[in-house]
């Protein structure tokens, strides 16, 4: 599972795309979708990708609604571009939080982990 917050957040959702295998799930937190055009050109030139779509493996975007460093906009542009590749991606989003993390964002995220490798 790739995972990560703000810039690792960008950085999990590049490598889940681009890595070398297939991961069981891309998990980005407060994050956005870095380079878009280049990683998805990228991943497009590399049978990764019908894989990632195939195999319907879980892109769960997490942010806060009140995030002034990456604001919810990017994060929704960013699950617009994957679902538009074709891949599962879905976001939770918390309302008044910021760019950070909350209680709240952790029980969900520890939910989704369990599920996901249930």
């Known amino acids: 599972?790739?995972?990560?917050?703000?810039?690792?957040?960008?950085?999990?959702?590049?490598?889940?795309?681009t890595a070398p295998y297939v991961p069981r799930a891309v998990m980005p937190l407060s994050g956005f979708f870095a380079a878009a055009t280049?990683?998805?050109?990228?991943a497009k030139s590399t049978p990764h990708l019908d894989t990632l779509i195939?195999?319907?493996v879980p892109f769960a975007l997490f942010h806060g609604d009140q995030d002034p460093v990456l604001p919810l906009g990017l994060a929704r542009?960013?699950?617009?571009?994957?679902?538009?590749?074709?891949?599962n991606a879905s976001i939770k989003e918390y309302p008044g939080m910021?760019?950070?993390t909350s209680e709240s964002e952790m029980k969900?995220?520890?939910a989704?982990?369990?599920?996901?490798t249930a």
Not at 38 to 42: D, F, R, T
Not at 77 to 87: E, H, P, S
Not at 112 to 116: F, M, R
């Open 54 to 56: 195939k195999e319907k």
């Open 1 to 17: 599972i790739f995972g990560g917050f703000s810039q690792g957040a960008a950085i999990s959702i590049a490598a889940g795309l």
């Open 112 to 116: 989704w982990l369990a599920e996901t």
């Open 77 to 87: 542009a960013g699950l617009d571009k994957l679902r538009g590749l074709g891949l």
């Open 38 to 42: 280049s990683v998805i050109e990228l």
């Open 108 to 110: 969900d995220v520890i």
């Open 98 to 100: 910021a760019h950070t």
